[in-house]
């Protein structure tokens, strides 16, 4: 059964730049947030935040930051135009609690002026590059910008600074007791439209079993229609089912029945559409509890005959 939505279509050419942004950056959300460390060719320090980033290879290392043309005017700005003339990145995680200083950080203010001290940020000395780190970061990669890729030449116009990761500095009480970054501790956010950000922590955080066995799963598809089309099941229950990578044989459904769900069967003997729905609230809760094997063995014994 497929969730149907109504839709509105547009030709991005048709919008103003203004527009157009606040479409663009209000859709495609979360976006994480590189808070990037440059220097001028006299070595004057600049501090700017960019949710256009992300990793994009990993052999070799490299992360990809997308300064864009002042929307106003067209003209560039200090981060592109410094790794223009030094080919040299830091690129700053952003945490909870650096939140606040990064916004600040992304005020236009004159290239003589240092944003670490606007901000309320420490620098420290990189080792492999001139501009420095923030100390505050969860995470600094020191990257060589290794190619800088135009998009465009007028207001809203990206560049795209491919930076090579040469070293990786990751704060100790970010990591799990094998040495891994833990998600609960790393706290970062990330950058949605208007004012609005999110933070990955909490409830925010939930995991999502990657499929099983062979790491194939069998897909919706493979779903019995009586289940698939069920109203019961969300678009995403069904998907949590099509990611087992086996389906419970006959047997086994028959021995879940008798050792499992004998008591909802006797239960609801007499009224079948009682028992339909028993069975779909304990698959339902068994997929929440991540049991997806129990799940399917469930739905499977539900036989409307």
Not at 6 to 33: C, H, M, N, Q, W
Not at 188 to 214: H, M, Q, T, W
């Amino acid at each position: 059964m497929s969730d149907m939505r109504s839709i509105r279509s547009f030709d991005p050419s048709e919008l103003p730049v203004k527009d157009r942004y606040g479409l663009l950056v209000g859709t495609v959300a979360p976006r994480p947030i590189a808070l990037a460390s440059t220097v001028d060719a006299e070595g004057r320090r600049n501090l700017a935040p960019f949710s256009y980033f992300n990793v994009y290879s990993i052999a070799p290392p490299v992360m990809v930051v997308g300064p864009t043309l002042r929307g106003r005017d067209g003209t560039v700005k200090d981060t592109l135009a410094n790794a223009r003339s030094t080919k040299e990145i830091v690129v700053n995680l952003v945490d909870h609690a650096m939140v606040e200083g990064a916004s600040l950080s992304s005020s236009d203010y004159p290239a003589d002026v240092d944003e670490f001290a606007k901000s309320g940020f420490t620098p420290v000395k990189s080792d492999t590059v001139r501009p420095a780190r923030v100390a505050e970061a969860p995470v600094s990669f020191e990257c060589a910008v290794t190619q800088i890729v135009e998009l465009g030449d007028g207001p809203g116009a990206g560049h795209m600074l491919i930076c090579e990761v040469k070293r990786v500095h990751i704060a100790q009480d970010v990591l799990d007791e094998n040495g891994k970054v833990d998600a609960h501790k790393i706290d970062l956010v990330g950058r949605c439209g208007g004012n609005f950000y999110v933070r990955a922590a909490g409830d925010a955080l939930f995991e999502i079993p990657k499929p099983s066995g062979n790491g194939l799963g069998v897909g919706v598809d493979a779903l019995p229609p009586e289940i698939s089309n069920h109203s019961a099941l969300t678009a995403n229950e069904r998907a949590r089912l099509g990611a087992a990578s086996v389906i419970p044989d006959e047997t086994e459904v028959n021995e879940h029945k008798l050792l499992e769900l004998s008591d909802l069967f006797m239960e609801h003997e007499d009224d079948a559409s009682a028992l339909e729905s028993a069975l779909f609230r304990e698959a339902k809760q068994r997929l929440e509890q991540g049991d997806v094997d129990g799940a399917w063995k469930t739905l499977l014994a539900y036989n409307p005959g």
